[in-house]
Each structure stands twice: as structure tokens, then as C-alpha cells.
């Protein structure tokens, strides 16, 4: 009669389960932000291609300012969209 019990073994797959559902998480949020930044740099470099077309000019000065604007409006919500968890 030995009063020693032996430790129950824990099972390791829900931890398998919870790292991998964390790195699927991670993934589509990442994913979700590089699409949302490629979205708003399409959106407003298309803006500008209309502009020009509709100005008629050689310089497409529309097209070169909302596509910049687009870039930075990208990387700004990039940005805050990480820096917030």
C-alpha cells in the first residue's frame, strides 16, 4: 500500500491548439492590414488617374499627389493599427 499518488500526466494538445489558433489570429489581422493599406493606396491612385483624365494635362499632378497621400494614409493606419492590440 503505498500513499504516494503519481502525478497526473497533463496533456499537451490543447496548448498545440491554442498556439496554433493564435498564429491563424495573428495571421488574418496581419493580412487584414496589408490588404486595408493596399486598398487605400489603389483607391486613391485611381482618384487621381480620373482627375487627370478629366483635366486633360501632360503632368499627371493628381495621380502623383493622391497616390503619395494614399501611401501615407496607408502607413498611418498600418501604424495604428498595430501600435493597438
Do not use: E, H
Not at 488617374?49 to 499627389?65: C, G, M, N
Amino acid at each position: 500500500m503505498n500513499s504516494i499518488q503519481k502525478p497526473k500526466r497533463q496533456s499537451k494538445k490543447p496548448k498545440l491548439q491554442k498556439s496554433s489558433k493564435d498564429s491563424v489570429n495573428s495571421f488574418a489581422r496581419y493580412s487584414g492590414i496589408a490588404i486595408q493599406m493596399v486598398a487605400i493606396i489603389v483607391i486613391m491612385t485611381l482618384a487621381g488617374v480620373k482627375l487627370d483624365s478629366r483635366r486633360a494635362s501632360d503632368t499627371p499632378v493628381f495621380t502623383i499627389i493622391l497616390s503619395l497621400l494614399g501611401v501615407f494614409a496607408g502607413i498611418y493606419t498600418a501604424i495604428k493599427d498595430f501600435i493597438k492590440k
